[in-house]
């Protein structure tokens, strides 16, 4: 079985600044590793993931992510946030099963 | 575009009534999801189905069903909604580790 730590709750920003969201898992077996956000009464949307290959994933919207295996983590950076970047976002673990298991969520707000 | 719908959008249903929730994809995945989410929460898993292969989880009460008739869609019923029974549904489809998620059904138990 695996399970994921969101280590923050709430992050609140200012806008083109920086900001980080950790994460760690914990998995026996091979882990795929996700990252989604989710906007007021929307769905959750795909940022980006972790498969296999390069440790450092990125997304076209500006945030990247880096699986660390030594540190059983996968925290999401993004180097200058929009005030539309304000959402919940949540990281996620899958292994053999296919199912995912989530974080507890992250609120990120974005002041001006 | 190629994507996972699910109607109505907000559903209002009364106390002990049937409601049933709809999902259909275009996606053409064998897997389909059905998670419950409540206010400032993650994601819960109810059940999956693998092609027609139905997978309950353990602590999913039993008033929760679902039903796939075919590749495209799967239904969410609800035999007799009670209060803490209000949240959001959400719809997702999988291929491999992959999963893509419909816009949700935001309920609501009056």
């Known amino acids: 079985a695996q399970s994921v730590t969101q280590l923050d709750s709430q992050v609140p920003v200012f806008e083109e600044a920086p900001v980080e969201l950790r994460c760690n898992y914990s998995?026996?077996?091979?882990?795929?590793l996700f990252w989604y956000v989710q906007y007021p009464n929307q769905g959750l949307q795909l940022l980006l993931k972790?498969?296999?290959?390069?440790?450092l994933v990125e997304s076209i919207n500006g945030f990247e992510a880096e699986f660390n295996k030594s540190q059983t983590s996968f925290h999401l950076r993004k180097p200058s946030v929009h005030i539309s970047d304000t959402a919940e976002y949540f990281c996620?673990?899958?292994?053999?099963?296919?199912?995912?298991?989530f974080g507890a969520g992250t609120t990120v707000t974005v002041r001006a | 575009d190629a994507m996972v719908i699910q109607n109505p959008r907000y559903q209002v249903t009364q106390f002990g009534k049937p409601v049933t929730l709809s999902c259909s994809q275009t996606?053409?995945?064998?897997?389909m999801y059905w998670y419950q989410q409540k206010s400032s929460q993650a994601p819960k898993l109810l059940f999956h189905?693998?092609?027609?292969?139905?997978?309950n989880e353990a602590d999913t009460p039993d008033n929760f069903q679902s039903r796939r008739p075919n590749t495209s869609f799967c239904f969410l019923d609800i035999r007799s909604p009670g209060l803490g029974d209000a949240a959001m549904y959400l719809c997702?489809?999988?291929?491999?580790?992959?999963?893509?998620f419909g816009p949700g059904t935001r309920l609501t138990v009056t």
């Open positions: 972790y498969l296999s290959g390069s440790t």
């Open positions: 996620a673990v899958s292994g053999n099963d296919y199912k995912l298991s």
């Open positions: 996606l053409n995945h064998n897997v």
């Open positions: 997702a489809t999988g291929r491999v580790h992959e999963q893509y």
């Open positions: 189905y693998y092609d027609k292969d139905f997978n």
């Open positions: 998995s026996s077996v091979s882990v795929y």
